[in-house]
Each structure stands twice: as C-alpha cells, then as structure tokens.
C-alpha cells in the first residue's frame, strides 16, 4: 500500500496496459497523469473505470501540496473493485460509490505531446527542464522556460490589444481551454479588468452570438431529447466530484431575454467566478444548460443556431424535465451539491426554488444573490444618506425575480431589526411593474409573486408618477429595461433628495435603468449610484464619481463557498443576511469617501472568504452543517479550503 497526495491505494500487478503511440507504460519513467485506462480483459473501458480514473486524479491533481516531490512518482493501482477505501476530497469525505468501483482495469499514463494539450496540467513554457525530462517533452517546446508570472504579464499584454470586448472573451475562453490555472491566476490577479470581459457585460453579447463563436463544449446540454436519460449524460461529464452546479433553461438571460440554449455563456462564467472569486475547485463546478426550446425568433431562424429548433416546452413537459434533472443531480453527487438557478423566467424561476428548496441545497442567484448584494449596499449606504433602513421609502422598478427578491429581504432585515411583523416591513416598500404601481385593486390579476406588495394605494401609471407620490429615499430599478431611469425621473428623486440613493442593476450594460453619467450630472453629482454593469468613473463639475457594481458576483462565490464547506444541506433567508452583513463590514471609510457602497472587488478573495465564514457559522447556528466538528477559526478554515492557481 501506499499514500499519493494523501490517497491510499493498494499496490498490484498491471495487466493489459494500452501502448498507443500517446500512451506510456506505467513502467516507463516517471508519468505526468493518469489519464487514461483499458480494461485487463480485453474488454472496451466501461465508464466506471474512467470514472474511478478520474476520482483518482481529482485526488491528485486537487490535493497536491504545491511542493509535493510525489509528482513523478510511478503509481500503480489495484483493480478497481478490491480497492476499499475511495478517494478522500479535500474536506476528507470518501466520495466514490459502490458501482464506481466494479471493472477491472489498468492504466497507462499521458506524457509528452498529449499533456501539453490537457488544460489541467499543461504548463506551457512554464515546464522546468526536469520536468520536460520526466514527462517526455524535451523539444516539444521552445528552449526558454519562463515563470507563470512572466506568461501572465504576457497574456495581459495580448489581451490589451484586443478592441473588440468579444475578441477578448474569446481569448479568455481559449486560454481556459489551453492552461486552466494559467487562466484563474490570470483572473485573480486582474479582476477588475477581466471580469467585465468574462462577465457582464460581454458575456452577454458572448450569449447572443454564442452559435457562431462556439468552439468547445464547456459544460452539459441536457435537451428534451435527453429526457430518460439524463443521469446517463450527467455521468458522461469527465468530472465525478462535483460540488457546484450553476443551472440554466436560457429563458431569460441578463435582461437579454430568451437566448435558449446560447445561455451556456451565464454558467460558464459564473462557475468561472466560483472558482476565481471563491476559491472553488474547477473541477468540482458543472454548467448546465437545459434546452426545452426558445420563443427567440431570431434565434429560431438562425443557421447557426445551436439549440433545439423548437418553442419552448411548458406545463408538464417542462416540470418532468426539471425534475429528473434535479432528481438525477442528487442521486449521482448527493445531497450537498449545491444548484444555483441563473437567469430563468420568473414564471418558472420562484416555483422551481420553492419546490426544491425543500429537498435540494438550492440557491437562486437572481432572487436570493441580488437580494443579498442590494441589502449590503444599502446597509453601507445609511453611512452616508444617515438613518436606519426602516426610516426610508423604497421604490422599485421592476417586480420579477431581482426586484421582489431585494424587497423582501429588505423587509425580513427590517422586521428583525424593528421586531415588527415582515407583512407591516414591508409597507415601506412598493413596486412598479410594466402596468405601474402594484396595488391593492390589482391584486386578483398579479403572479402570486408580487401578491405582497400590493399595498393599499390609488393606482399610479407611470414610474415618475410613483416617484413623485411615494417620495422614495431610495430607487431600484431590476426591470432588464434599459434607459427607464429617465432625466425627469433622476432629477424628480434629487429633488426630494440631497443624496438620492439609485441602483440601476438590469445588466448587460445596454440595459442599465441608466448609466452612471447620467446618474451623477442629472442628480448633480449628489447621487449614490451603483449599477449591476461596470462603469468608469465620470466626471461631472470637474471632480470624479466612481460607481459600485451591485451585482451578485460579490456575493455567490463566498456565499457557496460557505455552504460546501460547511457541507450545508439547505439555504435559509438568514444566511443570505448573513451574508450581507459580512460584504457590508468590508466596505472601508476611504471607499465610503468616495461615495462607494461596495468594496473593490480586487479584494474579493479574501471578501469572499468572510462570506463564506459568517455563511458557515449560520450554517452550525441554524443546524444545517453537517461537517463535523466545527471548525474553529472559520475565516482561516475557509481561506485554507480555497483554490490556487499557482502551479504545483
Ligand atoms: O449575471 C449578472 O451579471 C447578474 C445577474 O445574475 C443577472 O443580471 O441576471
Ligand atoms: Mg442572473
């Protein structure tokens, strides 16, 4: 027996080791990975040899200290169905099953050419000349061997020549592609510049024309055509540990609308954030895109289109999938992977939270996550308008998933600090909907949704209307509609206002309720504004206005951080606040100088890991942790659990 990477296995005899031309005998000199396997018997690999084959090298390739000496160290493994113990994740749990471990097998290991085409060892020129020697690449590369550092300042200088945000994704998707850690050291380190590129905005146009740029599948597309046999494809995924699904069906992507199966984009690059914001292990993160169709026209008719060339699925239809999705999810990971609904419809988006919130650790990023960040902001913002969130009158425009989600947390924060019932909180908040204010006489025609906001009031049509009547402290806008915050509706809030509080959140940017230009010379420059999209900042009578970007990015890398390593077994409303009230704490006195309500994010890792801490200690208070024993030192416990793209 023997220990690699803190893995036990049990030594035994090999047979049947593949020689193909990109292959190595396990008695060859020192292999790289583990990355491919025959059966002992002649028979074809089943996928329960790759998936122990692949569990093994998550062993290996996530566990690893950076100095481990282990790395070319020949490794022989027992046929899978005599080896007992499984694979330890880095939370110590056994996580292999039963079946993964019934066919015989052998391995051979890549090396060479096929390793520098595998992004989650490749190196690049960053290979030292040992290891070129060990792992058989010697004159596969170029002579110089340079430092991750030197090929980070070299890719950020190729990505500056790019004009075109687009060309830019593409080369962040490529890199992803090519050099895994080589793309999240890239990320960390420049957060700022390269999130509105893998991001919002531009992942959005990356959505829109995602039929034409598509090169690689990044995650799963689980059609209707799939129905029946969805855990079949879920175990098609080359990664068996996964603790992060980010699910979309496409339906309503940033304000963007119906993108149908293009949405890929959005899980892609919030997974990408989990990994890079919060520390989550690439390999334990799986996007998914479920395709019932799209009503998208355009799309429909497009050649290039890549989804199911129908309307969308409804009704039953629609709810079976769902749920042998969600079904198949809990059966092949368990129940603490944790799902984040992104960008559904509101008509499917709070009965699919509802219905799983119950069964499933379910998050909804766009009704809980926004809420999340929203309520942060304004917690900081009564640092500089002055009073308690109760003191002030909030009005929003746009009553879906973001805007109903905000009120109510607004509401739960509010009653807990007033000790007044949550229905009487939320008397203080009212809505706008394409219809105008949400009133009491329109309640018999509402979604059920927006039910709790129809508060006693004449009917009001418009948005500056309801400003004028209801004399907000504070606007909202999370209608996806651009250009609503119009000048008659800024100037009217600054002149009930001295610093009147806006957030325009619709993302991508072409659908900011207005932009931070507007914001500040319209309010002149009196305004708190944040926006979901990044601005630069303005000027306006010769002085610079930075903006916050108040969007969920602050919040679900840290937030799932949390719950996984607490091994957390439902979300609760009061981790969310939880969650709040640590972003809020981050917010310094020179950010609040400056009229900023939220953090930079260059400082998101260690943001991210005081989410993830108050997250957990929720998570023990209200009973739903299973990992035992607690941890002591939460913050440091959760920095320790997060990933690093240094090389090993
Ligand atoms: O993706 C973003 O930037 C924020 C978000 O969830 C949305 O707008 O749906
Ligand atoms: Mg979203």
């Avoid at 996928?47 to 000496?69: C, F, H, Q, W, Y």
């Avoid at 061997?145 to 998707?173: D, F, G, H, I």
């Avoid at 990044?534 to 970007?549: D, I, L, W």
């Avoid at 990015?553 to 609760?572: E, K, N, W």
Wanted: with cysteine; glycine share 8%.
């Amino acid at each position: 027996m023997f220990s690699l990477y803190g893995c036990t296995f049990l030594n035994n005899t090999l047979s049947g080791v593949s020689t193909q031309s990109s292959q190595r005998k396990i008695s060859a000199p020192p292999p790289s990975v583990v990355v491919a396997s025959v059966s002992s018997n002649g028979r074809p690999v089943d996928r329960n040899v790759s998936i122990l084959m692949e569990s093994t090298l998550k062993g290996m390739r996530d566990n690893a200290p950076s100095s481990s000496p282990s790395q070319s160290q020949v490794t022989e493994i027992e046929p899978a169905s005599t080896v007992g113990g499984g694979v330890e994740d880095v939370y110590g749990e056994d996580t292999a099953t039963e079946d993964q471990y019934i066919t015989p097998w052998t391995l051979t290991v890549a090396s060479g050419y096929p390793l520098l085409r595998d992004p989650h060892y490749n190196k690049g020129l960053a290979f030292t000349v040992k290891e070129r020697d060990a792992h058989f690449l010697r004159g596969l590369l170029p002579p110089v061997v340079v430092s991750q550092e030197l090929q980070v300042k070299k890719m950020m200088a190729n990505m500056r020549q790019y004009q075109v945000p687009l060309q830019r994704y593409m080369a962040m998707m490529d890199l992803q592609e090519r050099n895994e850690r080589l793309f999240y050291k890239l990320l960390i380190e420049n957060v700022e510049e390269l999130l509105p590129v893998v991001y919002t905005p531009t992942v959005g146009e990356a959505c829109q024309k995602y039929g034409s740029i598509f090169r690689q599948p990044q995650g799963l597309f689980i059609s209707l055509k799939e129905k029946g046999r969805i855990l079949e494809v879920l175990r098609n995924w080359p990664e068996k540990k996964i603790q992060v699904i980010v699910v979309t069906d496409g339906e309503r992507i940033l304000g963007l609308g119906d993108l149908g199966c293009q949405g890929m984009g959005i899980p892609v690059g919030k997974l990408s954030l989990y990994s890079a914001l919060g520390g989550i292990r690439p390999s334990a993160c799986l996007p998914v895109t479920i395709d019932v169709g799209t009503n998208n026209e355009q799309l429909l008719n497009d050649e290039f289109y890549i989804g199911l060339r129908r309307r969308r699925a409804t009704g039953q239809e629609y709810a079976e999938l769902l749920d042998e999705f969600m079904n198949a999810v809990k059966q092949n990971y368990g129940e603490k992977v944790l799902i984040q609904f992104e960008d559904f419809a509101n008509h499917n988006a709070f009965d699919l939270l509802a219905k799983y919130g119950t069964t499933h650790l379910v998050f909804n990023d766009d009704i809980q996550g926004t809420a999340s960040v929203v309520l942060s902001g304004l917690i900081t913002a009564l640092n500089l308008v002055g009073g308690t969130l109760s003191d002030h009158r909030f009005l929003f425009l746009g009553a879906g998933e973001a805007g109903t989600g905000i009120a109510e947390l607004i509401a739960l924060e509010i009653s807990k600090q007033t000790n007044v019932p949550v229905e009487e909180a939320r008397k203080k908040i009212f809505l706008v909907d394409s219809k105008g204010l949400i009133v009491k006489s329109r309640v018999e025609t509402l979604q059920h949704f927006k039910r709790p906001w129809a508060h006693e009031h004449e009917p009001v049509r418009t948005l500056l209307d309801a400003v004028k009547v209801i004399k907000p402290t504070i606007l909202i806008g999370s209608s996806g509609a651009g250009r609503t915050f119009t000048k008659e509706v800024v100037e009217a809030m600054s002149a009930l206002n001295e610093k009147p509080v806006i957030l325009a959140l619709s993302n991508p940017t072409s659908q900011s309720e207005c932009t931070a230009e507007e914001a500040y010379t319209w309010s002149e420059g009196r305004a708190i504004f944040a926006s979901g999209s990044p601005f630069s900042p303005v000027e306006y009578n010769g002085k610079f206005y930075a903006s916050g970007q108040a969007n969920n990015a602050y919040i679900f890398p840290g937030f799932g951080l949390g719950l996984i390593i607490s091994g957390a077994i439902r979300v609760h409303d009061d981790m969310l606040l939880a969650a709040s009230e640590a972003l809020a704490e981050q917010v310094s006195q020179e950010n609040l100088d400056k009229g900023l309500i939220y953090p930079p994010f260059s400082n998101i890792r260690k943001i991210s890991a005081q989410i993830a801490a108050r997250v957990v200690a929720k998570a023990y208070e209200l009973g739903l942790a299973t990992r035992l024993p607690q941890p002591e030192n939460l913050e440091k416990y959760a920095e320790s659990c997060m990933y690093s793209p240094n090389y090993r």
